[in-house]
């Protein structure tokens, strides 16, 4: 998982609450463990104007001009500012691998399905909770400007918006702490590598005839 560092990026609206996992990545389209390759179909039934299938060419499919995140305003975003309950329904981590091979590293909303929140995080996108009103006045300033950014700086948990406010937000020091040293599960057990050899090694010495091979 790669280091969150702090950046400016494009904030994209998705005025929309209960966005929920299938919305995101349809079912149809979960078959692999990659983690890559579902950026395409990121809210595919939002953005295309046919019925995908898994394995298609999404270049040549025809794209749905209403939605936002197709407009060229919103080209490149790396932040999505969203409403309430978003990344609810089932627990697909392929929800979370979709919105960062999209490109997005932060999501803004007043509140998270919790399994999703603990998959989004562990799989290196940030979310940031804010309240009702300061999101809805966040999402008419993006609608007012175009090429609305944000500055999002985890280390000190503070968002600057377009016209200089500082936003602070609260985030679990053991998740900010993993998002700014680019560890998931994985990368956190590695931290004890050297312990986990020894240990396989006293392991294999007191009981060897564990790792016998059969005749």
């Not at 490149?76 to 929800?95: D, P, V, Y």
Request: hydrophobic share 35%.
């Amino acid at each position: 998982m790669k280091k969150f560092e702090r950046f400016e990026g494009v904030v994209a609206p998705l005025d929309r609450a209960n966005v929920d996992t299938d919305l995101i990545i349809p079912k149809q389209f979960l078959k692999s463990i990659k983690r890559t390759g579902f950026g395409v179909n990121l809210f595919d039934e939002l953005r295309y104007l046919d019925e995908g299938e898994p394995g298609q060419d999404c270049s040549q499919r025809p794209l749905n001009p209403d939605f936002v995140l197709n407009k060229p305003r919103y080209q490149g975003a790396e932040i999505l500012l969203t409403r309430r309950n978003f990344g609810c329904g089932s627990s697909r981590e392929h929800a979370p691998w979709a919105l960062e091979d999209f490109g997005f590293k932060v999501v803004v909303a007043p509140s998270f399905a919790d399994i999703f929140y603990n998959n989004a995080f562990k799989n290196g996108i940030l979310l940031i909770t804010f309240d009702e009103d300061t999101i809805d006045r966040l999402f008419d300033e993006v609608e007012a400007k175009e090429g609305y950014r944000m500055d999002v700086d985890l280390e000190n948990q503070r968002v600057i918006t377009h016209r200089g406010e500082i936003l602070e937000f609260e985030v679990d020091e053991f998740r900010k702490h993993c998002l700014l040293e680019g560890l998931d599960d994985i990368g956190l057990t590695l931290k004890d590598e050297d312990a986990i050899r020894r240990f396989e090694e006293s392991h294999r010495q007191a009981r060897p005839w564990l790792f016998r091979q059969p005749a």
